[in-house]
């Protein structure tokens, strides 16, 4: 008798994963931009959010210029834009129904309702006033999600899978952050210590869920270095690129050990490479050379990770 | 209560038999359905209308549901659900039953007979081309043994009752029988809405049936295959199938893997599955997918979600599938006719339960009694499936009923005829209050080493005012279906 997962349903736990995730940080990062991430004239800075997420030309031939009404009808109920909340929902979804009878009927149940939610909302429901609102219940359903999960889905290879493709794409969402909000500090013209920084700062640390935890480790003042290390390399803050990738290399090593999955090899040492260089990065440094080019490697190599698993685990060709 | 306004005091079964009441003249007295009839009656049509929209939206949030793709959308749909339960008697079932077990037990030795010496249609019981002309006989079968000479390891036998309360039965299910996702989950949702309703009626449990599917499917593995070994997978065409629900119902209920066609392999005969560690034995496919889909090699050439392959394994021994390839022809509407024959010739009794009244119209006495009677009879193709081509005698235009009098001089092999039933009612929720609806029952029948009847099934129930159609797709719904301890 098996327990070993068919490989396409390993891909759809791993994916069901990652599109919850990639929801309930897209719902924060709206949420925290409507309410914190203004310019010096008091403008929201929406361009961010579309460049972060490579969005912004394909944002440009269906809406134009971006404004606030726009950008969140695109990334909040638009079902063509499969980047929006709507889409990550639905296709959460749709993985989850394929893999219904392996994963536990509260799960099922929970996304079932939160997906037909998703679909009902209208124009009308995410005005400026109401967004924030919304936001905060599809974050709030996503965290239900991963509540709901631990406690209830047996933890056999799936979760495994599940854990990895969680932690992927927490790692991946956490360097865009850093690498968009990195950006609205340089473009900002202050020097980049400068003390009216600090609320840029902040909203970076903010949409990563990250503010509240940097307060405790570095409770003295807002020192850019800092805030880099912290979300680059805090083993303790679980959103953090490393404590991210050691979660991602913690299942690998239990599909490997544990379930004798010898098909992961090739991800396990991708991983490890990564978390090396992650742990011997100087936040100093970070600044000194621009943080873009070391997180565009990043996210290339997190690629590389999936392609692995795709390739080995999931039975794709490529 | 007498003289007393409650749910039921305004319910009228017609001259119907009624699931509930019974006969006209017996109309709820005595026993434990009268029992739950009265418990009914105090329910109030208020509370009884919230408890159902209740239910419904528990279907749509378990996602119960089937789903509709347009090509802009995908809609889900449930089935629509009725909460009055149909209640069967223990004696009743006992009928149903012992019927069902006979039909199987026929229709198994029918089907190894056809595939085998065809002793059968050498007495002439049956006629040769009905079988082997007809177009569910699959040659490819001929002389193949397989474990435990079964063929309809899952059976779905459709019953209706006449106006005596008499079962009938109206068609047989031997290929993939569906809606047994329906009865466990009515009877879940049930129990979560009327707790006060069900509290000390003994009900028999359908829970188990999953449990049971994997204990008979594991039983007729392949040679060699200890029952307790038995790698068992559900296979089905896909999550864009209308039935996808019921194949993750069932792979779940029975801790199965649930393959698609592209997760599987023939290797050396036998064939495996692909899982993230590498290729793994099967030894019993449960198939949701038809005959002429499930070999590119055998079948259907532009086949995409079959098996290169899987017929050559199947044919060695080295992988079964339920239910057996070519079982169609015991299913057929043709051979159905001639089922209270074939059982008298292999087991020398008449029928446990009957057929609907069948005038065989390739048969000159069957031919002639069909043409005189043409307006009160429902003749129907062969041929046809999902009551395309049905002429229903009496609501039929007189030129429609000569049309199908010339149809029927010109190719009277191509037709049967049967008398129009009238269907048993059901008390039933509708805009108008306690209604009753026409209902038919489909118990689901599970063979391994020994059979096995679901004590439950689908009852389907016509919504519409006096309709007797009760599929799913001309407004037919379902109901909990409680079969009684005692």
Request: aromatic content about 8%; hydrophobic content about 40%; charged content about 25%.
């Amino acid at each position: 008798m098996t327990q070993n997962w068919l490989a396409r349903f390993a891909d759809n736990i791993f994916w069901l994963a990652r599109y919850m995730e990639r929801a309930e940080n897209l719902a924060r990062v709206i949420d925290v931009t409507e309410t914190h991430a203004r310019n010096r004239s008091g403008v929201q800075d929406w361009t961010a959010i579309l460049e972060m997420n490579t969005d912004l030309k394909r944002f440009r031939d269906t809406y134009g210029n971006p404004d606030l009404g726009s950008v969140l009808q695109f990334y909040i109920i638009d079902r063509t834009n499969p980047t929006s909340i709507a889409s990550n929902i639905a296709n959460a979804r749709e993985n989850a129904r394929t893999i219904r009878h392996l994963i536990s009927t509260e799960m099922w149940t929970q996304l079932n309702v939160l997906n037909t939610e998703c679909s009902d909302l209208k124009k009308r429901d995410i005005t400026p006033r109401r967004v924030s609102g919304v936001c905060q219940a599809v974050k709030q359903a996503c965290q239900a999600h991963a509540g709901i999960t631990e406690g209830t889905l047996y933890q056999d290879e799936g979760w495994c899978f599940y854990g990895i493709g969680k932690s992927i794409e927490r790692a991946d969402q956490t360097s865009r952050l850093i690498d968009i909000g990195y950006r609205r500090i340089m473009l900002s013209g202050y020097e980049i210590g400068d003390r009216a920084l600090d609320p840029l700062w902040t909203t970076l640390l903010r949409s990563a869920a990250g503010y509240q935890a940097f307060r405790r480790a570095k409770p003295i003042r807002m020192r850019p270095e800092e805030v880099l290390g912290f979300l680059v390399a805090d083993s303790a803050f679980p959103r953090s690129l490393y404590a991210a990738l050691s979660e991602t290399q913690y299942y690998l090593m239990r599909l490997f050990n544990y379930h004798q999955i010898g098909t992961v090899r090739e991800a396990l040492a991708a991983v490890d490479d990564i978390r090396a260089k992650l742990v011997s990065t100087d936040p100093g440094q970070l600044i000194k050379s621009g943080v873009h080019g070391p997180l565009d490697e990043l996210q290339q190599e997190l690629i590389v990770v999936t392609n692995h698993l795709r390739r080995d685990c999931f039975g794709h060709k490529s | 209560m007498a003289g007393k306004k409650n749910l039921l005091s305004d319910y009228s079964q017609g001259r119907f038999f009624c699931e509930l009441m019974g006969t006209r003249k017996d109309a709820g007295t005595g026993g434990l359905q009268a029992h739950i009839a009265k418990r009914l009656s105090r329910m109030s049509l208020d509370g009884l209308r919230r408890r159902a929209a209740a239910a419904e939206r528990e279907l749509y949030n378990l996602g119960i549901t089937f789903t509709v793709y347009t090509e802009a959308d995908a809609i889900d749909r449930i089935l629509p659900f009725d909460v009055l339960p149909r209640v069967i008697s223990a004696a009743d079932w006992d009928i149903i039953e012992r019927g069902s077990k006979q039909r199987i037990q026929v229709i198994n030795q029918f089907l190894h007979d056809i595939y085998h010496d065809q002793k059968i249609l050498k007495d002439k019981v049956i006629p040769r081309s009905l079988v082997t002309g007809n177009e569910n006989f699959r040659k490819e079968m001929m002389g193949v043994d397989l474990p435990g000479n079964t063929y309809v390891h899952i059976y779905g036998v459709d019953l209706v009752r006449d106006e005596t309360g008499t079962f009938k039965v109206l068609e047989d299910n031997g290929r993939t029988p569906s809606g047994v996702s329906y009865v466990v989950e009515n009877r879940h949702l049930m129990l979560r809405t009327f707790p006060d309703l069900m509290e000390g009626i003994g009900i028999r449990p359908v829970s188990d049936y999953g449990l049971r599917l994997r204990q008979a499917l594991a039983q007729v593995a392949p040679k060699g295959i200890e029952e307790e070994a038995a790698q068992v997978a559900l296979m089905s065409p896909g999550i864009y199938n209308s039935a996808y629900f019921e194949h993750v119902f069932l792979a779940r209920e029975m801790g199965v893997p649930l393959v698609e066609g592209r997760d599987l392999v023939v290797e050396d005969d036998k064939v495996y599955m692909k899982t993230t560690a590498g290729l793994e034995r099967i030894h019993v496919v449960y198939r949701r997918i038809n005959d002429d889909f499930i070999d590119p090699e055998a079948f259907n050439k532009k086949s995409m979600l079959g098996v290169k392959g899987i017929m050559r394994a199947y044919a060695k021994g080295n992988v079964t599938l339920a239910n057996a390839i070519g079982t169609g022809v015991a299913d057929d509407k043709a051979v159905y006719a001639y089922m209270p024959r074939i059982t008298r010739y292999y087991l020398d009794e008449d029928p446990i339960i009957d057929n609907v009244e069948t005038h065989i119209c390739r048969e000159k006495q069957g031919l002639e009694y069909t043409c005189d009677n043409i307006r009160k009879l429902v003749v129907k193709p062969v041929g046809e499936a999902g009551g395309y081509g049905v002429l229903i005698g009496p609501r039929a235009t007189k030129a429609d009923i000569d049309k199908r009098l010339r149809e029927l001089r010109r190719d009277p092999s191509n037709y049967i005829s049967q008398p129009v039933i009238n269907l048993s009612v059901v008390p039933t929720l509708t805009p108008q209050g306690i209604q009753p609806r026409h209902v038919d029952l489909r118990p689901f029948v599970v063979t391994g080493r020994s059979t096995w009847v679901l004590p439950g099934g689908l009852s389907r129930v016509a919504l519409k005012k006096g309709s007797l159609i009760v599929n799913s797709s001309q407004g037919g719904g379902s109901k909990d279906t409680w079969v009684l301890e005692e």
